[in-house]
């Protein structure tokens, strides 16, 4: 039936690395004209409700120009073809909460503020080409990068080189430096004499708010990251607190001057004040939501203001249970779960993000999957929530997270199914990017 049947072999996937020391060699290599045929014997496209068995994918270039039963036309001449065999074939991944320029917070190897004192910039950047090239070998073709840690628009510099070529990497939507107040990020807890870096732009005031914005949105930020919580802790009455950050009018300038531009506000906030002020300042996503109530879920749906929960990040380095910190990380997890629940059943629009940086890039991004139907979504909702649903948070409805004709050529296959089991979604065997294959590990069919 097919002419020239390429099964997809290692050796075979390496001659076709998107990855390239020339950027023009990489053009080349994948000129406008390149046709490929993906057979999938089983597609989860990213949309629909079911699956689909027996479907060929048409690639020219960087996009999906058809999607067909198998068989049902033949292929163009020259295309390749690329069987994956029995793997489940999915949309490329995206994850909507990551910090490249964050190495896990763990305490034995010096936290979160030895980053900013001791790393050299050059080594953040160079650790951050790692933890973005370890995105898309785990099948995330796409991330939005929610702030760099004291390391500046060091994003902007990754995406740009992930874009020409010269390292692999996803695609990516950055925000830059984020943005708090006075007393409200890190680094703190040193001698007010001494003067420290600080892991986001602090403002005071609604001028020096849009200034923030202003500036980070010209120095390439697509989205921008306001904290609007601080510090947490659990009260006499056994509640959670939070510290609140910016004031709505502050928030309401950045939010104004940013979309101005066209772009959206993602806001960091726990509960209570903080998070209200996000939603009455018209933040687009709220990230974490650790505790919603059922006033604050109402408004979310009205609004149409996106939930990135984040669930799995809170359950690493936990401290011990008997102290102040370890109280407030259970209840942390306690309420988690059940906002996210209340929002699911509520409708409000969730989308997946894992705070990956936030636990070290060595562990599986995936892990938020099975976070996400344990408390509530099916294994296909929590899968449309990391490409469809996260390609409609990022404005890109249709190009991304989808396998459909006008979409970008990114997939994945997994072996088994992710629907019975969403754990499947840890073994990534094959990832394509824009049309290239960046990796496969699938044995070859037949042997
Ligand atoms: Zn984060």
């Not at 910039?121 to 973005?132: D, T």
């Amino acid at each position: 039936m097919r002419s020239t049947v390429y099964r997809c072999v290692p050796v075979l996937c390496v001659a076709r690395l998107c990855l390239a020391q020339d950027p023009a060699a990489a053009s080349a290599a994948n000129p406008s004209t390149h046709v490929v045929v993906v057979h999938a014997r089983m597609l989860i496209d990213g949309t629909s409700a079911q699956p689909r068995a027996n479907q060929e994918i048409l690639i020219q270039g960087d996009r999906i120009t058809a999607v067909y039963a198998a068989g049902l036309r033949p292929p163009p001449p020259g295309a390749e073809i690329l069987d994956l065999g029995t793997a489940t074939v999915l949309p490329g991944l995206i994850d909507c909460h990551t910090h490249i320029f964050l190495q896990g917070e763990v305490p034995a190897a010096g936290g979160y503020d030895v980053q900013l004192l001791k790393f050299p910039a050059s080594y953040r950047v160079a650790r951050a080409v790692v933890a973005a090239r370890r995105a898309l070998e785990q099948g995330f073709t796409t991330i939005r990068d929610v702030e760099t840690e004291g390391a500046g628009y060091g994003d902007v510099g990754v995406k740009q080189a992930i874009n020409e070529g010269y390292i692999p990497g996803p695609r990516m939507f950055v925000s830059t430096r984020a943005i708090s107040s006075t007393g409200g990020y890190n680094l703190e807890g040193y001698a007010p004499e001494i003067v420290v870096p600080k892991g986001a732009q602090l403002i005071d005031g609604p001028v020096e708010a849009r200034k923030a914005a202003r500036e980070q949105l010209d120095h390439g930020a697509d989205w921008i990251k306001v904290y609007m919580t601080h510090r947490s802790w659990v009260d006499e009455q056994g509640g959670l607190v939070s510290q609140p950050t910016l004031t709505v009018e502050e928030l309401r300038a950045i939010v104004d001057e940013t979309h101005g531009w066209r772009k959206k506000v993602a806001c960091h906030a726990y509960n209570g004040i903080g998070l209200q002020r996000a939603l009455d300042g018209g933040c687009d996503s709220i990230e974490h939501g650790l505790e919603l109530t059922d006033a604050q879920i109402a408004q979310m749906v009205k609004q149409g203001t996106w939930l990135v929960p984040t669930l799995a990040v809170y359950y690493h380095d936990p401290e011990p249970p008997d102290t102040p910190g370890g109280i407030r990380d259970r209840k942390r997890v306690a309420v988690h779960g059940v906002s996210f629940q209340k929002a699911l059943r509520a409708g409000v629009k969730i989308a997946f993000g894992t705070d990956v940086g936030g636990f070290p890039w060595s562990e599986p991004i995936a892990q938020e999957f099975p976070r996400m139907v344990e408390f509530g979504m099916t294994p296909m909702q929590a899968i449309q929530a990391a490409t469809s649903r996260g390609a409609e948070l990022l404005g890109k409805r249709g190009e991304l997270g989808t396998v459909a004709p006008g979409a970008y050529a990114d997939l994945i296959a997994v072996a088994g199914d992710p629907l019975a089991d969403v754990n499947a979604l840890q073994n990534v065997a094959f990832v394509m990017k824009n049309g290239s294959v960046f990796r496969s590990t699938l044995r070859p069919a037949g042997n």
